[in-house]
């Protein structure tokens, strides 16, 4: 059964640095998405992604972040200048028609 | 805004036990509604979803849910519990517009005692 992919699975920066997630969606899925977990807390949408841009995005979601799907296959997440507050688990997701699927995840942790 | 609660945030039930979690959403349009669980280590994973018909819904892992539209609620339930369905579970809900993001409740641990 085809899955989304999610590298690495943990990851380790510095605050300040930029860090970049990566997904590769399934195949055949039109919309992208990302969502986040502080350790604790709820699962929280971040943005969605059709048809090249952006179509929602969460108040989580400013100018540090941004989203691109840069060569047709993959999917990322980059963060410009990480701070504390940006450690959590970062899923990727994709659907073509409803549910989406997640992918198992990211674990940013930033020092 | 929609928001998701989920009441029970942490339950602890023996094997062959029965399970219901509560899950109530504020949301007054048309909605579609889902169930996740999380394994430990694992990614989150549909158990099971609503979009329309039969309010009463069967997932797998013989769990079910029903929505109760008049009471906003998507409740989770399991006739018996086995302790590989020690997880954690949240439902979720999309405003049932194509595109729309998942709202999800703070989840529900389950710790099933064998």
């Known amino acids: 059964e085809p899955e989304v992919t999610q590298t690495p699975s943990h990851q380790v920066t510095q605050m300040g640095q930029e860090v970049i997630l990566r997904c590769v969606p399934i195949?055949?899925?039109?919309?992208f998405y990302w969502y986040r977990q502080i350790l604790g807390q709820k699962v929280e949408f971040l943005v969605s992604f059709y048809n090249n841009e952006i179509s929602e995005k969460s108040e989580i979601f400013d100018d540090q972040f941004s989203v691109e799907r840069p060569d047709g296959s993959n999917f990322t997440l980059k963060i410009r200048s990480t701070k504390l507050e940006d450690s959590a688990m970062y899923f990727c997701?994709?659907?073509?028609?409803?549910?989406?699927?997640f992918g198992s995840g990211t674990r940013l942790t930033v020092v | 805004a929609q928001s998701v609660s989920q009441h029970n945030h942490h339950v602890i039930l023996s094997e062959a036990a029965s399970l219901e979690l509560g899950c109530n959403y504020s949301y007054g349009g048309t909605v579609n509604l889902f169930w996740y669980v999380q394994y430990p280590g694992q990614h989150l994973q549909l158990l099971l979803k609503?979009?329309?018909?039969?309010?009463l819904v069967k997932g797998i892992k013989g769990f079910e849910a029903e929505f109760i539209k008049s009471k906003f609620s998507f409740n989770l339930r399991k006739p018996s519990v086995q302790w590989s369905d020690t997880a954690e579970y949240f439902c979720a809900v999309n405003a049932g517009r194509a595109g729309n993001m998942l709202t999800f409740g703070g989840g529900t641990r389950l710790m099933v005692k064998p």
């Open positions: 997701a994709s659907r073509d028609s409803p549910p989406v699927a």
């Open positions: 195949s055949n899925h039109l919309y």
């Open positions: 609503y979009f329309s018909g039969d309010p």
